[in-house]
């Protein structure tokens, strides 16, 4: 498991190469599963899903860098975890 929270050692290029190599790779795996087997055997909503991973796997890196650039706090002492539980209601 990744742990996707925001921290602030994913502004590091190679914290973030980590999260997205994970998700090429899982997109990888089922892609092969999916091309051995034939898309016919996905249901409606497991092929919208299949794409919605396809996309993502394509796209975090430019999202986990957008995040890093503008969302996360600058300060190195900053705690984001009171922030993020404010946002989430907790």
Request: proline share 4%.
């Amino acid at each position: 498991n990744l742990n996707l929270s925001p921290r602030k050692t994913d502004r590091s290029i190679l914290d973030r190469l980590a999260i997205a190599s994970h998700w090429r790779e899982t997109f990888s795996q089922l892609d092969a599963a999916v091309r051995s087997h034939g898309p016919a055997l996905l249901g409606e909503a497991d092929m919208v899903k299949f794409k919605h991973i396809e996309r993502y796997a394509a796209e975090v890196g430019d999202m986990l860098a957008l995040i890093a650039d503008t969302l996360l706090p600058r300060n190195a002492d900053t705690d984001f975890e009171p922030f993020l539980q404010r946002c989430l209601g907790n």
